[in-house]
Structure formats: structure tokens, C-alpha cells
């Protein structure tokens, strides 16, 4: 996707704070960090949204949840660390490519905006 800032980012078309990534999977800082560890976790594959998601992603999907796991107990935060995936515009997705949020390094509230 040309004009997609995540497949810009994962072609180092556009700079990002890197810290993890394998064939299919990228892990990068958010640049407007809503708790001291911010990283979103992208499939290289462009995928919209969850709602676009198909069953052959199934691996791939998993794949995000344990590349956070990972840089949790890199960053840390395994005490207490929250995964988001905004999907829609309803629930604050801007960013049209997948992309699982790992926050941590403060409390969370319940339930959450
Ligand atoms: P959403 O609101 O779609 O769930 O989350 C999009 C996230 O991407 C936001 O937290 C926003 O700060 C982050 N973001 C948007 N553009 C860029 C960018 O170019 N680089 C990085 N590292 N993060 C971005
Ligand atoms: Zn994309």
C-alpha cells in the first residue's frame, strides 16, 4: 500500500524507533505515547483492520499477541500491561493497518474511554 504509514515504515520509507522484527512482524515506539511503554506491533502483510481480517491471518494475529509478550518482559512491564486494537473509527482507529497497542509502566482503569 503506497500511501499506508505503516508499510512505509516497514519499507524505511518513513524513520521509526524499531525495536523488534521478524519475517512477518514489526515492533516499533508510538510517536505520541499514552504510557511510558508505547509500541505497536504490525503484521508486515498490509491488513486494514480486525474487521478485515480473514481466517488465513489466524497465525499471523497470534503472532502480534506474542511479539508483545516478548517486549513486555523486555520492557519490563509484565506486572500489568494492556493490548489494544482500535478497530473502526467508532473506536479511535486512525491508522488503517492493523496494529496491536502494548501499553505499560502505569496503572490502567477499568473499563476503559
Ligand atoms: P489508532 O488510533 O489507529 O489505534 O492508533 C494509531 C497510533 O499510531 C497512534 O497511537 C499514533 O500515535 C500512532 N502513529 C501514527 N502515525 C505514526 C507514525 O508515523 N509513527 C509512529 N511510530 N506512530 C504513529
Ligand atoms: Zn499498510
Same mark, same amino acid.
Given at each position: 500500500?503506497?500511501?499506508?504509514?505503516?508499510?512505509?515504515?516497514?519499507?524505511?520509507?518513513?524513520?521509526?524507533?524499531?525495536?523488534?522484527?521478524?519475517?512477518?512482524?514489526?515492533?516499533?515506539?508510538?510517536?505520541?505515547?499514552?504510557?511510558?511503554?508505547?509500541?505497536?506491533?504490525?503484521?508486515?502483510?498490509?491488513?486494514?483492520?480486525?474487521?478485515?481480517?480473514?481466517?488465513?491471518?489466524?497465525?499471523?494475529?497470534?503472532?502480534?499477541? !506474542?511479539?508483545?509478550?516478548?517486549?513486555?518482559?523486555?520492557?519490563?512491564?509484565?506486572?500489568?500491561?494492556?493490548?489494544?486494537?482500535?478497530?473502526?473509527?467508532?473506536?479511535?482507529?486512525?491508522?488503517?493497518?492493523?496494529? !496491536?497497542? !502494548?501499553?505499560?509502566?502505569?496503572?490502567?482503569?477499568?473499563?476503559?474511554?
Amino acid at each position: 500500500m503506497d500511501n499506508c504509514i505503516f508499510c512505509r515504515i516497514i519499507r524505511r520509507e518513513s524513520p521509526a524507533r524499531v525495536l523488534k522484527e521478524d519475517d512477518e512482524v514489526l515492533a516499533f515506539r508510538d510517536t505520541n505515547p499514552q504510557a511510558p511503554t508505547h509500541v505497536l506491533v504490525i503484521p508486515k502483510a498490509h491488513i486494514a483492520s480486525v474487521d478485515a481480517a480473514r481466517p488465513e491471518h489466524q497465525a499471523l494475529l497470534g503472532q502480534l499477541v !506474542l511479539m508483545a509478550q516478548s517486549i513486555a518482559r523486555e520492557e519490563k512491564i509484565v506486572s500489568g500491561y494492556r493490548l489494544v486494537l482500535n478497530n473502526g473509527r467508532g473506536a479511535g482507529q486512525t491508522v488503517h493497518h492493523i496494529h !496491536l497497542h !502494548l501499553l505499560g509502566g502505569r496503572g490502567f482503569g477499568w473499563p476503559p474511554g
